[in-house]
């Protein structure tokens, strides 16, 4: 079993729709990172988070320690927010062990 | 805002040659991580770096070996190539200490591997 689990594996959206991909982990962390990988494999961070709710635009995260999830939102998808979104953890305010992604397609 | 360097981007090689991957992380970073990523897999953590020392070691085979210079840049050598290290080699670079933005690590573009 992995430390960290995403659902869905694959989305798809049409352009507009309001979007949740989920992140569980079974590993005590300092800090949670949700990440986005576009098609050409370039990484960026989207967000760190060790408690609540952080907002970046259309982007939203939350996490619940208690519960070892989090979960990320897209309001308003565009199609250019198609790519793989990585939920990873960082045990010990270091190396980050990744979840398995979801590749979100958005369709105009 | 400067970003983190790998060099090359790509990188072909045959079976039992030798590559070295270069990273040079953000102005006053402190810390390198190199991570793994097969096609079609999660990328996994290879090694890090703090402070030009070694901090932690992950599924780094023994033909690899990796470096921190003075400047912060990393180097991650490759020797006895296998068809089985053909990946995307990411770097990503953080501060440990006292920047806004400390632990939040930033990715370099990656340097694509490819063993014939």
């Known amino acids: 079993k992995n430390e960290v689990e995403q659902s869905p594996q694959n989305l798809t959206a049409q352009e507009g729709e309001f979007i949740t991909i989920n992140c569980s982990y079974s590993?005590?962390?300092?800090?949670l990172h949700w990440l986005q990988q576009h098609p050409g494999g370039g990484i960026v961070s989207l967000f760190m988070l060790s408690s609540g709710k952080k907002k970046h635009g259309r982007l939203i995260a939350t996490i619940n320690i208690q519960e070892k999830h989090s979960s990320l939102h897209i309001t308003a998808s565009h199609p250019r927010d198609s790519a793989v979104y990585i939920c990873a953890v960082s045990p010990n305010a270091d190396k980050l062990i990744f979840g398995t992604g979801t590749r979100l397609q958005v369709f105009p | 805002a400067a970003g983190v360097i790998q060099s090359p981007r790509h990188l072909i090689k045959e079976k039992r040659e030798t590559a070295t991957l270069k990273c040079y992380p953000i102005?006053?970073?402190?810390?390198v991580y190199w991570y793994q990523q097969g096609p079609g897999q999660d990328p996994q953590f290879l090694i890090s770096f703090y402070e030009k020392m070694q901090s932690d070691k992950g599924s780094i085979p023994d033909r690899f070996s990796a470096q921190q210079f003075s400047d912060y840049h990393s180097e991650l050598n490759m020797s006895s190539l296998e068809l089985g290290d053909s990946a995307l080699y990411f770097c990503?670079?953080?501060?440990?200490?006292?920047?806004?933005?400390?632990?939040?690590?930033?990715f370099g573009p990656g340097t694509r591997l490819t063993v014939t």
């Open positions: 590993v005590g962390i300092s800090a």
């Open positions: 102005p006053r970073h402190d810390t």
């Open positions: 990503a670079s953080s501060s440990l200490s006292g920047l806004a933005d400390a632990y939040e690590q930033y």
